[in-house]
């Protein structure tokens, strides 16, 4: 299992996924599946879903291994 965080972004937002903390009980891939899939390489496929999608489905996270930030202009 990969033990770094990994960064996914569409430009105007960041996704960070750390390995580590996650439990992997697929609440980003449930709620968000053409983004968030967990058998494909990259599994976070950020051009799949607007912006805000992304943001509101990480916020859900139970386990906080999923964050985000915007890009700064």
Not at 32 to 49: A, S, T, Y
């Amino acid at each position: 299992m990969a033990t770094g965080k990994r960064e996914y972004t569409n430009g105007e937002l960041t996704v960070v996924w750390q390995p580590k903390l996650c439990t992997h009980g697929g609440k980003c891939a449930f709620g968000l599946p053409k983004v968030f899939k967990p058998k494909d390489r990259p599994w976070v496929q950020m051009e799949n879903g607007t912006t805000e999608e992304i943001e509101n489905q990480v916020r859900q996270c139970p386990s906080g291994a999923l964050s985000c930030y915007r890009s700064s202009d």
